[in-house]
């Protein structure tokens, strides 16, 4: 009898689990069909979707169906699709080998490994790689098509049977992989054929596909032989990731015990599962009486014991889970901005595709800013300066790889984000700023404001801080308008109580009464809430670029005409004993069959510690995947001296340095040299005002000013005096002149040169333009100097023009600022949008603009009832106007459907309504 109270009691606390597993397995039996469709759907169609659109169609579309169907089709209540494709001790399994901690994660997870189709994996920063390496250890091969060789390897893992991964694959695959693709197997599924060859099919071979496509677009078959599954990382899977590595700086035993609790709570739900498991399986694989096999009874006495050791320390390590956490949430901040940071980099891709900004580098910067930051003895100090420099360092980094013209738009997206971001501003007052959504067909009652103006008044008026702002402005006419005529309004104060507003609420007023100058009002928005520093020219040091290299970071040049870096990496490499006398520098132009010596350079130096300059690298596109290959091979276990340097976009080239010691008459040579630089920056930057500073555009570039720098220098060596008309002919007529075919355009890059070129220049009594002479003889860096010191602030008068011929090119620059800023905001309205409008609602406004200011079209018999004559004059303008209704037709059907197709995404459907084809 002790032998059977021992099992009953050992098995005692099981009873109640068991019987709750029955009661549950017995109402899924009943759901079960419901639950399967519900499952398979969301791994055949789901992959590619984000958490928010995942969401929306199961909850919002798929059970609503599934509800109304006049057969209906039990389905769980509440049904997670998760519960049914994995289990807690699989999700432990796969964290500890790499997976992150993020529902999305999870649930790709779980998809690539339920699917029967081959997986397309969207990763562009490689987060799913580590995990799949893990994951599937020796038995995984991993092949680039572009590498020599890759087609022998996919063929041996197809007959041996390892899972294959194909990397970095385009949105098109190699027409002899299709076979691959489709499973279209031979000779009773026992072969393949890949190419011109038969490869025998093993069963257990797997197929997985990787793109760094960011939003890749395939061909209908290819998704239909395989799943895309969407792995692009998500805010919170950074924020993560990044509170991680700012507490493993801070506070490095924190971090390691939250990882080892992490790991051992992962082990211990594997070791429950495990036992759960063994010990039903005890029970059920005894052919005889258990109740008299004394070692079963023992054996399960043991393993009961186990799992009531193991749920013990669970409750344990759950305390200490919480005292960790509670500490790490201090840090939170910090990794919050930095995660902020890192999508509005992301989001700079839209503006120009060579925005390319990768988590690991980004985890560089975030790294380094935390050793710099200046320490506190106080935690939420700490954190505050923590936060100053992570913004100000991520700030640095990018500033210096955009180009001129998008600056103001990357730093006042920051502002904008990180004010959303601590609610400090109104959403619907950003929306207006940037969509600046005016009530058209309205006059203004005051001279002083266009109707459009007052068309942005009256909206603006229908918002509760802004009531009453259009009788304000009529009531008090005089004072508004002193305030919009000034030379300057964003400095001055507003009227009346307006003056109290926010920042971004006064941008607000001034972007309907001035929108020229709103850039200039946007940089000082941008130092209020930020900062000076962040407005300050900051000027490139190589030298401290190359400290923020590695073996396995190189240094990306983007050219620009008129420049070549790879004089500043042999000056720095002479510096540091990297030269091509020693042989440990290695320069190289590609696109004449220098990509095998390359190869072989890249081999060598990361073995010894050597520089490599490859040069033009977009000449040899088909090459590229090759070097990529060839830079994260040698980031690993390289010479800690090993460096790559890469360039792209060819510069056209420019006079060096040695020219200005070169010519017999230096004097003269500099003063004029200088003088032709100004001439050509008025000349070309002059076509920014549009027809106010050209008649018509003409392309001048730098290979003018270089070859009226060999003209000049031809000259001067041949004559020993300088005739002032011969230069102006030789470059308003000859130089400059060639691409001119106005006659007022000739004759004012005459007047420039006649003003430019003159013998005061030589006597330094010229003044270029107001405030700003000619500077004496000197060197290179001294003339920089000059520049810097005495050029006078941007404007017309530069280029000899009104003030008021800035207007229009200010106002345009304006409007593509806030169109650009509008275009890169974060269309997901969850996750800090920073608008208040969502991306449907700003485009079905633009729709409605759109709409609104399309003409009518022309009455076509009115018009030719007034022609007496058909002469060839009037036949062409009635043609015209005839395409020009059909135009007008087209635009208004196709904004009319797209409309209706917006108030389609954007009603909530009826339920009952929804019918799946």
Not at 251 to 280: A, C, G, M, W
Request: net charge negative; proline share 4%.
């Amino acid at each position: 009898m002790w032998f059977y109270t021992r099992l009953a009691a050992s098995l005692a606390s099981e009873s109640v689990r068991w019987s709750e597993t029955v009661t549950q397995l017995q109402i899924q039996e009943k759901t079960l069909t419901g639950d399967v469709l519900l499952a398979s759907s969301f791994v055949s169609y789901l992959g590619y979707f984000t958490k928010k659109y995942r969401t929306d169609l199961i909850e919002n579309y798929w059970l609503p169906y599934l509800k109304v169907l006049k057969v209906s089709i039990p389905i769980t209540e509440d049904l997670d699709p998760l519960t049914l494709l994995t289990d807690d001790a699989e999700i432990a399994a796969w964290s500890n080998q790499g997976l992150l901690n993020d529902r999305m994660f999870i649930e790709n997870v779980a998809i690539l490994c339920n699917t029967e189709r081959w997986p397309i994996i969207v990763d562009s920063q490689l987060q799913s790689i580590k995990w799949i390496t893990n994951k599937f250890g020796n038995n995984l091969k991993v092949v680039r098509l572009e590498q020599k060789g890759s087609m022998n390897t996919i063929e041996n893992a197809v007959a041996n049977g390892d899972i294959l991964l194909l990397e970095d694959i385009s949105e098109t695959v190699e027409p002899v992989l299709d076979s691959l693709l489709r499973r279209k197997t031979i000779k009773n599924g026992k072969y393949i054929q890949i190419g011109d060859k038969e490869i025998e099919y093993h069963p257990d071979f797997r197929l997985i596909l990787h793109t760094k496509c960011f939003n890749p677009h395939y061909k209908p078959e290819m998704q239909a032989h395989c799943v895309l599954i969407n792995f692009l990382i998500t805010r919170e899977s950074v924020e993560e990731q990044l509170l991680a590595a700012v507490v493993a700086k801070e506070r490095p035993d924190l971090e390691k015990n939250k990882v080892d609790l992490t790991t051992q709570q992962n082990n211990f739900k594997i070791s429950l599962s495990q036992l759960e498991e063994s010990l039903l399986v005890c029970l059920s694989s005894d052919s005889g009486n258990f109740l008299r096999d004394t070692s079963l009874v023992e054996n399960l006495e043991i393993t009961k014991s186990t799992v009531t050791q193991i749920q013990d320390k669970v409750k344990e390590t759950k305390t200490t889970e919480k005292e960790i956490n509670e500490a790490r949430e201090h840090y939170r901040t910090a990794a919050v901005r930095a995660a902020l940071l890192y999508f509005i980099l992301s989001d700079l891709n839209n503006i120009n595709p060579i925005y390319q900004f990768s988590l690991k580098a980004f985890g560089d910067v975030f790294e380094a800013a935390i050793m710099h930051t200046k320490p506190a003895e106080d935690v939420e100090q700490r954190v505050s300066n923590l936060i100053d420099q992570i913004t100000y360092s991520v700030f640095l980094y990018t500033n210096r790889s955009l180009f001129e013209q998008d600056r103001l738009t990357f730093i006042a997206q920051v502002a904008f984000q990180i004010l959303f971001l601590e609610k400090a501003i109104n959403p619907k007052e950003l929306d207006f700023l940037l969509c600046f959504p005016f009530k058209s067909g309205l006059n203004s009652p005051v001279e002083f404001l266009s109707s459009q103006c007052w068309g942005g008044i009256k909206a603006l008026s229908e918002m509760d801080d802004f009531e009453n702002l259009d009788r304000d402005i009529v009531d008090s006419a005089r004072s508004w308008r002193k305030f919009v005529e000034s030379g300057r309004p964003e400095k001055e104060r507003f009227p009346q109580e307006w003056k109290k507003k926010t920042g971004l609420q006064k941008l607000c007023i001034l972007r309907c009464m001035r929108l020229d100058r709103m850039c200039f009002a946007v940089r000082d928005f941008v130092e209020e809430q930020l900062g000076r520093k962040y407005l300050e020219r900051t000027k490139f040091e190589f030298a401290i670029a190359y400290q923020e290299s590695s073996p396995s970071t190189p240094i990306f040049f983007i050219l620009s005409p008129g420049v070549d870096p790879v004089t500043d990496v042999e000056v720095l490499g002479k510096e540091l004993g990297f030269t091509s006398a020693n042989a440990k520098f290695h320069n190289f132009s590609l696109g004449q069959g220098q990509e095998m010596l390359a190869e072989a350079a890249l081999d060598l130096a990361a073995r010894e510690g050597h520089w490599v300059v490859l040069q033009n690298i977009h000449l040899v596109h088909n090459w590229l995947g090759c070097l990529d290959k060839h830079v994260e091979k040698n980031s690993i276990g390289s010479h800690q001296d090993y460096r790559v340097f890469i360039s792209a976009e060819p510069a056209p080239s420019s006079e060096s340095h040695e020219t200005l010691d070169m010519c017999s008459m230096d004097s003269e040579f500099t003063h004029i040299l200088f003088a032709l630089c100004y001439f050509h920056a008025v000349v070309t930057e002059r076509r920014k005002f549009g027809a106010q500073g050209w008649n018509m555009t003409y392309p001048f570039s730098n290979t003018d000013l270089t070859i009226s720098v060999n003209v000049l220098y031809n000259y001067l060596e041949a004559n020993s005096k300088v005739l002032w008309e011969d230069l102006q002919y030789l470059f308003g007529e000859i130089v400059y002149g060639c691409h001119i075919i106005d006659d007022w355009d000739r004759k004012l890059c005459r007047t420039y040169l006649e003003e430019y070129l003159r013998p005061e220049l030589l006597e330094g009594t010229l003044k270029l333009a107001p405030g700003f002479s000619a500077p004496p003889n000197s060197d290179y860096k001294s003339y920089h100097s000059y520049i810097d010191k005495n050029l006078p602030a941007e404007s017309p008068h530069l280029y000899g023009l009104h003030p008021n011929a800035g207007i229009d090119f200010l106002s345009i620059t304006a409007d593509r600022l806030f169109s650009t800023i509008l275009e890169i905001q974060p269309k997901d309205c969850g996750t800090a949008t920073g608008r208040g409008a969502s991306h449907e609602d700003n485009m079905k406004r633009i729709l409605e603009g759109i709409l609104k200011g399309l003409p009518q079209g022309f009455n076509m018999a009115n018009i030719t009832s007034k022609i007496e004559e058909r002469t060839p004059y009037n036949t062409v303008a009635i043609q015209e106007c005839q395409r020009m209704n059909i135009l007008i037709n087209e635009i208004s059907r196709s904004l009319q459907e797209l409309n209706l197709g917006l108030k389609v995404s954007m009603d909530q459907p009826d339920s009952s309504s929804v019918e799946i084809c």
